[in-house]
T-cell receptor
């Protein structure tokens, strides 16, 4: 079974530029998550989708971050414009359904450096 | 609000030593889940264990064991006879049901970097 795929693996941009990350979850997984992991910290949930609907985006900086999962499968996370403090690893995860009894499977992440 | 504290930032041991990683959590919910994840240098988070708040039995899986104590709000992780391949960052995490119970938020601690030297 293929795992969660993410691309690109690394990205370097200048502040005020835009960037987009792509995630393809495990086939059949209804729930998709985007996390931000700043160096030296644990992952922080940015947004959670159930199929193509948003379940929780309370920690997403909506003035610059946006995410979509139009067909309920793959998802894109965008930052526009980027700030220095956005430098982090962006992790995508998926689970069969939403709920604590369903394990989240994580992708390898995209490491973003904003200069 | 839920919170997870991993007081040990870094631990360094020599191969074959036993090592315990501490995790203390805070929650107002009576129903919650606790997790441990491993993050090797490759960056991918690997699920190790999930424990619900009603099951306080300790668990052993090979060289790994977990001690859940509700009285002290702790969920500690022990690696017996550590190996170099155990070197990674280990995260403890907590989830409780969100509004309506239909979704939940996974809150991670800051992680403990374990280095096992040969």
């Amino acid at each position: 079974e293929a795992g969660v795929a993410q691309s690109p693996r690394y990205k370097i941009i200048e502040k005020r530029q835009s960037v987009a990350f792509w995630c393809n979850p495990i086939s059949g997984h209804a729930t998709l998550y985007w996390y931000q992991q700043i160096l030296g910290q644990g992952p922080k949930l940015l947004i959670q989708f159930q199929n193509n609907g948003v379940v929780d985006d309370s920690q997403l900086p909506k003035d610059r971050f946006s995410a979509e999962r139009l067909k309920g499968v793959d998802s894109t996370l965008k930052i526009q414009p980027a700030k220095l403090e956005d430098s982090a690893v962006y992790l995508c995860a998926s689970s069969l359904f939403s709920g604590s009894s369903y394990e989240q499977y994580f992708g390898p992440g995209t490491r973003l450096t904003v200069t | 609000a839920q919170k997870v504290t991993q007081a040990q930032t870094e631990i360094s041991v020599v191969e074959k030593e036993d090592v315990t990683l501490d995790c203390v959590y805070e929650t107002r919910d009576t129903t919650y889940y606790l997790f441990w994840y491993k993050q090797p240098p490759s960056g991918e988070l690997v699920f190790l264990i999930r424990r619900n708040s009603f099951d306080e039995q300790n668990e052993i899986s090979g060289r790994y064991s977990w001690n859940f104590q509700k009285s002290t709000s702790s969920f500690n992780f022990t690696i017996t006879a550590s190996q170099v391949v155990d070197s990674a960052v280990y995260f403890c995490a907590l989830s409780e049901a969100g509004s309506g119970g239909s979704n939940y938020k996974l809150t991670f601690g800051k992680g403990t970097l374990l280095t096992v030297n040969p």
